[in-house]
């Protein structure tokens, strides 16, 4: 059973206009949420993270939005960049610091258009 | 800073034989974990481990052994390989102890083929 869901396998959005992904998750004990971004043959790559005491968290063009009660989570990246194109892959700890590793979604692949 | 090293980067097996997989990190974090992504599919947590001598399983740990003698260090060994271990292996680490919500790093991976 999988505790968290990338339902999209593929996104295509125009350079310059807003990507938002989305993941849902099922375990309630999930406290720490991450987006990871990964190219080919190269290891993920952390991109930014949200705690769930918080609803929201922004580091330059990436903001995440936490909904707890709906047990979804959203990246968006505004303004879509051609670099931007790669696997974003969703990933929840139950503790924190991840003492017990990470669990993922599948990912979404990104592909933004010029 | 290298960060996580995972060494070899590609390797092709024959069923039946065994190996190591290494990785070392130069962080100094206690907790270290280790994945393996298939085709369509996220990273599923085969081991981790929370300091030096400590190891745990995690998701898909059948086939699979690994220990942790130094903080720098975590292998994975493969004791007979199969098939389906046919994947590309990641390591990844996290400072641990009182840091809490920290990101773990991942190295770049090995990909193994076994035939």
């Known amino acids: 059973d999988q505790q968290v869901k990338q339902n999209s396998p593929s996104l295509s959005v125009q350079e310059g206009r807003i990507s938002i992904l989305n993941c849902d998750y099922t375990n309630s004990m999930f406290d720490y949420f991450l987006w990871y971004k990964k190219y080919p043959a190269e290891g993920p790559t952390f991109l930014i993270s949200i705690s769930s005491i918080k609803d929201k968290n922004e580091d330059g063009r990436f903001t995440v939005f936490l909904n707890k009660s709906a047990k979804h989570l959203s990246l968006h990246i505004v303004p879509s960049q051609p670099g931007d194109s790669a696997v974003y892959f969703c990933?929840?700890?139950?503790?924190?610091?991840?003492?017990?590793?990470?669990?993922f979604g599948k990912g979404t692949h990104l592909i933004i258009q010029p | 800073n290298a960060g996580v090293t995972q060494t070899p980067k590609f390797q092709v097996l024959k069923t039946g034989q065994s190996m190591t997989l290494q990785c070392a990190q130069d962080m100094n974090h206690e907790y270290m974990s280790w994945y393996r992504q298939d085709p369509g599919m996220g990273l599923r947590l085969i081991h981790y481990?929370?300091?030096?001598?400590?190891?745990d399983q995690g998701e898909v740990p059948n086939g699979y052994n690994v220990s942790r003698s130094t903080t720098e260090d975590f292998p994975l060994r493969l004791l007979s390989a199969a098939p389906s271990q046919t994947s590309v292996y990641f390591c990844?680490?996290?400072?641990?102890?009182?840091?809490?919500?920290?990101?773990?790093?991942f190295g770049d991976g090995t990909r193994l083929s076994i035939l």
């Open positions: 990844a680490s996290t400072p641990g102890g009182s840091a809490v919500n920290q990101p773990q790093h």
């Open positions: 990933a929840a700890s139950a503790r924190g610091g991840g003492a017990d590793g990470l669990t």
């Open positions: 481990s929370v300091g030096a001598g400590i190891t």
